[in-house]
């Protein structure tokens, strides 16, 4: 469905993009992951057509980016970081105007605008004027004039971004609805974003594609080890030491007051005996919690382990 081919793209002297190569077959539902800077927004214009790319090639259902940009306009739909909302007009006047902007007239204009008005749970803001909607339904609209024409595709650059919890949990649902009926390829700088929506992750870190995989697969791969966090109520000088006196116990770094990190072998379910520690020393246990992979773990592993294969 989305061919990308040795894709690289300079600003001027700057490569945003070295040599990028991954497939999307129909129906996925694909995350681009990477830090700021990574080269994510400049992928996404590539595929959309917003810009040309300074080698390699990137098709979509077997049309060029460059060549075919008409064809492609019709069968994707583009939520750029900043939606290209007019503030002045009422959800549904623009709305109207994008779907007329893509070609459509008549009786066919305003049934399109009703289908993604409902799509998008646009209902109750039909008449109120964009600029005074708040930021999670301006990110709908921002949907919706990427729907407007019905596209098989969506391609949704940071469409959390900006948002309050509440909203970014509103637009994750709606993504989640869309990914039935549609391919989706959504960039994010969060990990647990991306774990939540997405069925496979291309990881991107300076412009280079650092891991192509499954979710599980990926954090699996990246899993060595696990962490617990442990937080006591008493100050106690021997809560390192005890510790790493368990089998299994790779590490302890002591964190803030009271409270360690605890790197241990895989599956190793330390929190009864670390549990046990606690009780038997009076270090007056609060908590004890597993620490799941961050973004930052993840480059952490994958940039450290590159560089260690290589020295
Ligand atoms: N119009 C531009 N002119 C010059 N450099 C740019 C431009 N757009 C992006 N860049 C640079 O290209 C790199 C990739 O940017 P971008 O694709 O926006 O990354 P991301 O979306 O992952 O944050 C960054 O180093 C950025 O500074
Ligand atoms: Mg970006």
New binding site residues.
């Given amino acids: 469905m989305i061919e990308v081919e040795n894709l690289t ?1 300079h ?2 002297p ?1 490569r ?2 070295n040599n990028l190569t991954f497939q999307i077959a129909r129906g996925e539902v694909v995350g681009l992951l ?12 590539i595929l959309s057509c917003i810009l040309s790319a300074s080698s390699g090639t990137a098709r979509i259902r077997g049309y060029d980016t460059f060549e075919h940009s008409f064809e492609i306009r019709k069968i994707i739909g583009y939520l750029p ?1 900043t939606p290209p909302l007019y503030p002045d007009m009422s959800v549904r006047d623009y709305l109207m105007f994008a779907a007329q902007v893509r070609g459509m007239a008549g009786k066919q204009t305003g049934n399109a605008v009703e289908r993604v008005i409902e799509n998008c749970s646009l209902q109750d803001v039909g008449h109120r004027i964009i600029g005074r909607l708040s930021k999670g339904y301006q990110q709908r609209v921002g949907l919706a004039q990427a729907m407007v024409h019905d596209p098989d595709i969506l391609i949704l ?2 469409p959390t971004i900006g948002l309050d919890p509440i909203q970014i949990i509103e637009i994750r649902k709606l993504i989640q609805e869309l990914a039935a009926s549609h391919t989706i390829i959504l ?1 994010s ?1 969060i990990l647990p974003e991306v774990t939540q929506i997405c069925q496979r992750v291309i990881i ?1 870190n300076e ?1 280079e594609i650092a891991a192509v995989d499954s979710l599980a697969g990926l954090t699996a791969s990246l899993r060595k080890s696990e962490r617990l966090s442990l937080t006591i109520r008493n100050e106690n000088s021997k809560v390192a030491e005890e510790l790493n006196s368990i089998d299994q116990v790779l590490s302890v770094l002591p964190k803030e007051k009271n409270q360690f990190l605890i790197e241990c072998k895989l599956n190793s379910n330390l929190q009864d005996e670390i549990a046990r520690l606690a009780l038997a020393n009076q270090w007056g246990l609060v908590e004890i919690k597993p620490l799941s992979l961050t973004l930052e773990d993840v480059f952490l592993k994958l940039t450290v382990e590159e560089k260690d294969v290589q020295a």
């Fill in positions: 793209k600003y001027g700057r945003a993009i990477g830090p700021n800077g990574a080269g994510k927004s400049t992928t996404m214009d970081e650059d940071e960039s700088h991107i412009g």
